[in-house]
């Protein structure tokens, strides 16, 4: 099993900046990839950004050249760095764990932007 803890998020006005990390522990596998998804009330959860255990990334195109994600603590953080923000990144944010055999997620960080 892995626990997923998350940190991070809040509110910011548009054009700010914020960070969100994950701290994955338990039973990692060494091929992995982790990522955030987010979601608004009545819609689906969707991709923000992911990272696999070898560092390759994919980007919502909405969030390319603002957001970066990254690894660290021997991969089992995932940071997403947030810049740029506008009212439509306004969602709960999610940590994601997948590898070969399962998936598991974090309890989700509300990230608001509004002035």
């Known amino acids: 099993q892995v626990h997923l803890v998350e940190s991070g998020g809040g509110l910011v006005q548009p054009g700010g900046s914020l960070s969100l990390s994950c701290s994955a522990s338990?039973?990692?596998?060494?091929?992995?990839?982790m990522g955030w998804y987010r979601q608004v009330p009545g819609k689906q959860r969707k991709l923000v950004a992911t990272i696999t255990s070898g560092g390759l990334t994919t980007y919502k195109d909405s969030v390319e050249g603002r957001f970066t994600i990254s690894r660290a603590n021997a991969e089992t953080t995932v940071n997403l760095q947030m810049n740029s923000l506008k009212p439509e990144d306004t969602a709960t944010y999610y940590c994601?764990?997948?590898?070969?055999?399962?998936?598991?997620w974090g309890q989700g960080t509300q990230v608001t932007i509004s002035s």
């Open positions: 994601n764990y997948r590898d070969s055999l399962t998936e598991y």
């Open positions: 338990g039973t990692i596998f060494s091929s992995n990839v």
